[in-house]
């Protein structure tokens, strides 16, 4: 079965800083994996995903990942951070003829002035 | 361009009651349907999925049921809420390569 975990519960960096959000997943064959953003009360927004090809994925608002295959990772980043990006971060993978996405259980990201 | 909708955006019911969440999706055909649930500090979990009219995949036992009877409609459903079906509902659709985009959510409160 597939599974996805996410070491930090909580993160908070200073506006500026760069960060590095941490994802680890289990998957048998070759994965589909995904960040998503979600503000407070709101639905998940696609930060990137990764199908196959470049190990490296640019996604919206500077955000970028890089699938990793031999630690089983996909870790988001992001140079330099702005408060605006203070939100709750899921990181998912897919897999399989029914496209299931299994989830994190999630890193808040709290952005400090 | 493909969009989704989901109604109503926020619902409290009563413990007994019956509950209806309806999700639509625009722009596209026999997508891949999805309800989740997220409850606070558990994640998304994953309710239902469709692969077609009429065919439902229940994941986790409860006490919900889903429906899909037209391609783009996936619906909620519930005879008798409980406390604990209290949360935040998300429909997704995916499509192959599309990945997966959500609806905006409802907020469920059991009282």
């Known amino acids: 079965a597939q599974s996805v975990t996410q070491p930090d519960i909580h993160i908070t960096v200073s506006e500026g800083a760069s960060l590095e959000l941490r994802c680890n997943y289990s998957?048998?064959?070759?994965?589909?994996l995904f960040w998503y953003v979600q503000s407070p009360g709101q639905g998940l927004q696609l930060l990137l995903k990764?199908?196959?090809?470049?190990?490296l994925v640019q996604g919206i608002k500077g955000f970028e990942a890089e699938f990793k295959r031999s630690q089983s990772s996909f870790n988001l980043r992001k140079p330099s951070v702005h408060w605006s990006d203070a939100a709750e971060y899921f990181c998912?993978?897919?897999?399989?003829?029914?496209?299931?996405?299994?989830f994190g259980k999630g890193t808040l990201l709290t952005v400090n002035p | 361009s493909q969009t989704i909708h989901q109604w109503p955006a926020t619902l409290v019911q009563p413990v007994g009651s019956p509950l209806s969440l309806e999700c639509t999706v625009e722009?596209?055909?026999?997508?891949?349907l999805y309800w989740y649930r997220q409850a606070a500090g558990r994640g998304l979990q994953l309710l239902f999925y469709?692969?077609?009219?009429?065919?439902i995949s229940s994941e986790v036992p409860q006490n919900l049921s889903a429906s899909r009877p037209q391609d783009r409609q996936f619906i909620l459903s519930s005879k008798k809420l409980l406390l604990s079906d209290s949360g935040f509902y998300l429909c997704a659709w995916s499509g192959f390569y599309y990945g997966y985009t959500f609806g905006s959510g409802t907020r469920l409160t059991v009282v």
């Open positions: 990764y199908f196959s090809g470049d190990t």
């Open positions: 998957y048998g064959a070759t994965p589909y």
């Open positions: 722009g596209t055909s026999n997508p891949n």
């Open positions: 998912a993978v897919s897999g399989g003829s029914n496209y299931k996405l299994t």
């Open positions: 469709s692969v077609g009219i009429g065919q």
